[in-house]
């Protein structure tokens, strides 16, 4: 007798409104990346119940539960709480192999053996947001470089495999190997990191916005082919942007500004492609396909920006992102505010690219002449 | 219509990989669709096969049948109007013949 059909939520589509790229068909009632992102989540719960210095194990262990459900969900059905089924099995098969591993080492004395198994509630609850938050802080670690930073977040948080950040970055799996191998190592010594909340993690705020905007920028800066695949990049970003804003640790004017920036940034995404594939410049974009929601968000965010005393970076690229979105025209953009928030963000960021970019502000403004005089006793660096 | 039975088997390669966990949602997805499409026969979908031993009348132990777990796969049981029918439901089945893996479809006869 034919067996009967896996189970169909039927929920319909789940799709974010927040996410710029289309994922995989959605035929079971889950969401996009449903797998990917579940990863993450297996993975920061987890290492935080035994430990970053397990991370292996623990990549392990949510690799295999999924490769489970790949195998026993057609069969048996989808269960109703996948994402505690899935715990329950990773969780499962941690312990094993620690519990394997325990005769030459006691880590289960300290961990798996007296921790009950959790709740399938409390794993589905407001927990597991904080522990995906702490892993994205202890993959910002100023021991690292910011190459390693990334590939770290991209595996673990984010769950792509290693080739897949390699499309991803524009670089070579060997590379993506070698920048986890140091960040790997460097996790196994580390002493425990403790809390979200804590001194140690919590002081790697401006770390965490860092990467969040390398990330968002590694996706916005692809052209032609790798558009559709980098864009997930951004989608990441935006995704971390948003948990981190909502959390106690990451609840600060900062993040809601680097947020205001990426929306805003990302309202741009589908005009910059030209029908080719390269990028077009602001003059030629047709602004009619900006994104008029992105565009909602993103002022949204920078009205939540606008509290406290501290002017990030983030708060006045943001800024002149909104100045260009709200522009009608090029010619009706407000160059004058433009130049002057490159003023502004030299004080807060200095970098020559500030004065450059003011100077083509000005040029728009008051003409080339003045442009270039902007640049006067520039040096270009080195 | 006739059953046939269909044998994982693996095949020698060197492109077997793990799939990402976005690879295997995607396989998820297109595995679901497969069974929709040959509901019908889809006799039974089996599943992986374990360790296993060969029971003959002699009294020596398995012989060169050993390795029969890490050759055989899984079973399905599906139903065709012909061999190439039945091949036709095996060959569609997403990630059962891949780099790695195949399947022998072989006809259950009843008469």
Known sequence: MPRAGVTRLGRGSHRDPNVLSPGTPDTLGLVDHFFRHEYGKLVATLSRRVGVHELEAVEDAAQSALAAALERWPLAGQPEQPSAWLFRVAHNALIEDLRRRTQRRRILERTGRDAPEPEADSFLAGELRDDLLRMLFVCCDDALPDASQLALALKTVCGFDVREIAHRLLTSEANVYKRLARARARLREVPDLGDLEGAPLASRLPSVHGILYLLFTEGYLSSHAEVAIRRELCDEALRLGKLLAEHPVGRVPETAALLALMHLQAARLAARRSLAGGLLLLAEQDRTLWDAQQIRLGLEWLARSAEGDVLSRYHVEAGIAAEHCLAPSLAETRWDRVADSYRLLDRVAPSPLNTLNRAVAVAEWKGPAAGLAELEGFEPPA | ?111
């Open chain 2, 1 to 111: 219509m006739p059953n046939y039975l269909c044998v994982q088997r693996s095949v020698p390669s060197d492109e077997a990989r793990k799939p990402s966990p976005d690879e295997m949602q995607d396989l998820y997805s297109r595995f679901t669709a497969w069974q929709a499409k040959f509901e019908g026969q889809l006799v039974d979908l089996g599943g992986k096969l374990g360790e296993g031993r060969l029971v003959t009348s002699s009294a020596a132990p398995d012989g060169p049948f050993v390795e029969v777990k890490e050759l055989v796969g899984g079973y399905m049981i599906v139903s065709a109007e012909s061999l190439d029918g039945a091949i036709e439901v095996a060959r569609e089945c997403p990630g059962l013949v891949s780099p790695g893996s195949g399947v022998e479809v072989i006809e259950i006869r009843t008469s």
